[in-house]
């Protein structure tokens, strides 16, 4: 993907995530940084149920795109899900978890955090 295929394709991702009610959607350009992707889309969801749903809407998303994707932690229970959907990277949590983690600042010392949606 190109880098304005892959700037819309993010958009796409935040906004479908905003329709479903995603909580704090952010993302990280990292690009510069990280030879995988072109931007993590981190968000979260209220409950378990929450966040499944955001995980089936990117998997939607990547298969109505026809845009390869695999997805980790879509397991029961599970408080933290990861989907590479090609040149963005989605981080679905819920809150204590993704406060634990810290991925944003994890990343913030090496590039620059944008504002939400």
Known sequence: MDK???????????????????????????REVFPLADYFVIAQGSSYRHLMTLCDTCIDLARAHKVPHTVQGRDQGTSWIAL???SVFVHLFLE???????LEELWAPLISQKPPL
């Open 96 to 102: 204590d978890v993704r406060k634990e983690v810290g």
């Open 84 to 86: 590479d959907l090609c």
């Open 4 to 30: 304005q295929d892959s700037l819309i394709w993010r958009q796409t991702i935040e906004q479908a995530l905003a329709d479903k009610k995603a909580l704090e959607v952010r993302f990280l350009d990292v």
